[in-house]
Structure formats: structure tokens, C-alpha cells
């Protein structure tokens, strides 16, 4: 229910994966809004685990394993620690704080990552990351299906022996729009917080020509520049660039100037 605080009588859609909703959910109903937990990605394990457990059977051998999100934490360590415990020697890396929340919640840390954006640009900017340190080294990459190559095609560049591991699935939405276009219809959706590209473009392609109206009219907190201008060019009029993670969408959240 909302309530007092900067967020009363808002409803904010929370689009990220249903793992990963409630954080942000129960910080926008503590701010008195109301959260409406609509993921955008559906995720499920890979057809196919044998990649998945030949990788984590040899991680002894790797210098660094990068997860690339929460969800990748999620299904891979699992497969690892059927082997043992973390091994010492492997440095673990993560792109985003999520994902090195993810890890602590396994007892695996210290852990690499940027300090400032959180993306594959900044971990490479990292000066462990750097030609010096990769040259010759192994390096496995544990993600979902698809996604951009950047991160493993620059440390190939570097020198490093890179290995991606495909431990996840990413699909759209299964049950259609219809709680969207009912909440726009009755008036009471008033913004969306959208954490990926491809969360975004299942959006737009998935809705009707009634919702894809609304939506460019909707307010939409993004926590990236690449998420923005993409939002921009799929027509949305009302995009919102946030801090990272979820706490810069809260901070924008609250500091955005709401209609009386």
C-alpha cells in the first residue's frame, strides 16, 4: 500500500528479473510508493548443462571468472561448489554490485569490480584487467545466452585465454502485457524503472500499438547511458538517466519532480 514519503500514490513498475525484483520493490514501498513487479526477462536454466560443469570442473586452472550478473552467480555456483570450495587461486570479477552481493551471499570474495560505472567498459579500464596482467593468463566468463562480446574479445586482444560460459536462459515475458495496459488504463502507472536494453526491447515489441503510446509517455528510469539512448531511439519521449544499480533509481526516483 503507499503511504507517506516522497513516493506516495505512485505506482513504479519493477522490470527486473523476478530473482532480482525485491530489493528495489521494497525500497520504493518504503519510500510510499507502490511497486509493481512486472519482470521483463524471464530466466531459466540452460538446455544443456555439460558446458556449464566441464567449466566448473577446471576453474582450478583459470586466473579469473567473471560473472556478469546475480543470475549468473546464481547458476553457476552451484555447478562449481559441486567440485569443492572456491579455488584460492581465482580471482573472482563481477561487473555490477548486485553481482558481488550475489557472490558474498555464496562466501566468495574479495571480489573485482569497477567502482564507478558498472559495465564491461569500466571493468576493462580496471588496471587488473590490463594487457600486462591478462597476457597468457585463462580466463572464464560465466553469462546468460547472448549479450555483447566486448568484455571477452578485449581480453582476447590482451592476450588472455578467454572461455564463455553460457549458464543461463533469457526469454520475454510468457504471460503477456495485459497488467501493464489495465494499470495505464485505470490511470494509477506512473513510471517504469528498466535495468537492460534487452529488457527494453522485449517491452516495446511486446506491446500493442495502445500500450507502445503509453509507454512513450511514461516516465522511464534507466541506469545506464547505453540503456537511455536506446530507449530514445525505440520512441520512448520521457526517459529518466539514472545513478547506477538500484540505488540510483530510488535517488532519481525520489528526486523526480512528480505532477500534482
Do not use: K
Not at 567473471?66 to 543470475?71: E, G, Y
Not at 569500466?122 to 600486462?132: G, K, Q, S, T
Amino acid at each position: 500500500m503507499s503511504g507517506d514519503g516522497p513516493l506516495a500514490g505512485r505506482t513504479i513498475v519493477v522490470t527486473r528479473p523476478r530473482a532480482q525484483c525485491a530489493a528495489l520493490a521494497a525500497a520504493i514501498a518504503a519510500e510510499g510508493g507502490t511497486p509493481l513487479i512486472f519482470p521483463l526477462l524471464e530466466i531459466a536454466p540452460v538446455s544443456d548443462p555439460r558446458p556449464l560443469a566441464a567449466a566448473a570442473a577446471s576453474l582450478a586452472s583459470c586466473a579469473l571468472a567473471v560473472f556478469i550478473s546475480p543470475n549468473a552467480v546464481d547458476h553457476a555456483l552451484p555447478a562449481i561448489f559441486a567440485h569443492g570450495p572456491w579455488p584460492a587461486g581465482v580471482l573472482p570479477a563481477a561487473v555490477g554490485p548486485g553481482t558481488v552481493r550475489a557472490l558474498a551471499a555464496h562466501g566468495v570474495g574479495p571480489c573485482l569490480v569497477p567502482s564507478a560505472r558498472f559495465d564491461s567498459e569500466a571493468l576493462l579500464a580496471l588496471p587488473e584487467l590490463a594487457a600486462d596482467r591478462m597476457r597468457g593468463r585463462r580466463v572464464v566468463i560465466f553469462r546468460g545466452d547472448g549479450g555483447r562480446e566486448l568484455l571477452a574479445d578485449t581480453l582476447r586482444e590482451r592476450g588472455a585465454t578467454v572461455d564463455c560460459v553460457t549458464c543461463y536462459r533469457r526469454s520475454a515475458p510468457s504471460g503477456g502485457f495485459a497488467p501493464l495496459l489495465a494499470a495505464w488504463r485505470e490511470g494509477r502507472l506512473d513510471a517504469l524503472a528498466v535495468s537492460s536494453s534487452e529488457a527494453l526491447r522485449h517491452l516495446v515489441y511486446g506491446l500493442d500499438d495502445e500500450g507502445r503510446s503509453q509507454l512513450a509517455r511514461t516516465p522511464v528510469f534507466v541506469p545506464h547511458a547505453r540503456i537511455a539512448e536506446n530507449a530514445s531511439a525505440l520512441g520512448l519521449q520521457r526517459v529518466i538517466p539514472t545513478a547506477a544499480a538500484d540505488e540510483g533509481i530510488l535517488a532519481a526516483l525520489r528526486a523526480y519532480n512528480w505532477p500534482a
